[in-house]
């Protein structure tokens, strides 16, 4: 089956700790993504990657960072540099760069709570 | 940057009734406008998207216009059943912005039996 998995689907960390959180995608797409959600919010975008060994700083990129290696692959790592860790984090994919419609939807996995404790 | 605004913030209707939310978007060179159903727990999943080239598209009882003139568009959900109950999320990109998305902050829908 192809998707977008996410992993893993909670999780606890202590403050003043790095943590990874972990998103793959077998649908052979160019362009990634990592969202935050707040409750009764929207998606604000934290980065994005267009092409392996590239990324940009989206909205709210502070605290963060991200490394894309691998097409299938792009971690974010929340770092003790972010005051309010505590959200739901959306990773999401989208086709191919070289396509006509370079716009085109955007498939999400089903999401990592991380709660500080 | 684009911004994307969504109203209402919650709407509860009577099972069968229609349902319809309205967005506004500010940047004229966006030109691809896709609607997200999230239920509780899980990630967004796409449920219909227009173009800028076309001003209504329709897909059984989910329907969306487009009004490039005014930079509205708006998802309309007839005979809804008590299923279609979760948060919508309207968005906007432009092609010439890396493709990426600016979203609206979602409408919880509630439909009562």
């Known amino acids: 089956d192809g998707g977008i998995t996410q992993s893993p689907k909670y999780l606890f960390r202590k403050e003043g700790q790095n943590v990874t959180l972990s998103c793959e995608q077998n649908?052979?797409?160019?362009?990634m993504y990592w969202y935050r959600q707040d409750p009764g919010q929207g998606l604000r975008l934290i980065y994005y990657?267009?092409?392996?060994?590239?990324?940009q700083k989206g909205d709210i990129a502070e605290g963060y960072s991200v490394s894309r290696e691998k097409k299938e692959s792009f971690p974010l790592t929340v770092t003790s540099a972010q005051k309010n860790p505590t959200a739901f984090y959306l990773c999401?994919?989208?086709?191919?760069?070289?396509?006509?419609?370079?716009?085109?939807?955007?498939?999400f996995g089903q999401g990592t709570r991380l709660t500080v404790v | 940057g684009e911004n994307v605004e969504q109203h209402p913030s919650t709407l509860s209707v009577q099972e069968g009734d229609s349902a319809v939310i309205k967005c506004t978007y500010s940047?004229?060179?966006?030109?691809?406008f896709p609607w997200y159903k999230q239920e509780l727990g899980k990630g967004p999943q796409l449920i219909i998207d227009?173009?800028?080239?076309?001003g209504e598209k329709k897909d059984q009882r989910i329907a969306v216009t487009l009004n490039k003139t005014a930079k509205h568009f708006s998802l309309h959900i007839t005979e809804t059943q008590p299923e279609d109950s979760a948060v919508y999320f309207c968005?906007?990109?432009?092609?010439?912005?890396?493709?990426?998305?600016?979203f609206g902050d979602g409408t919880t829908l509630t439909v009562k039996p």
């Open positions: 999401a994919s989208s086709m191919d760069r070289f396509s006509p419609l370079r716009n085109t939807e955007a498939f």
């Open positions: 649908l052979n797409h160019d362009a």
């Open positions: 990657s267009q092409i392996v060994n590239d990324f």
């Open positions: 940047d004229s060179a966006s030109n691809y």
């Open positions: 227009i173009r800028s080239n076309v």
């Open positions: 968005a906007a990109s432009s092609s010439t912005n890396a493709g990426k998305s600016t």
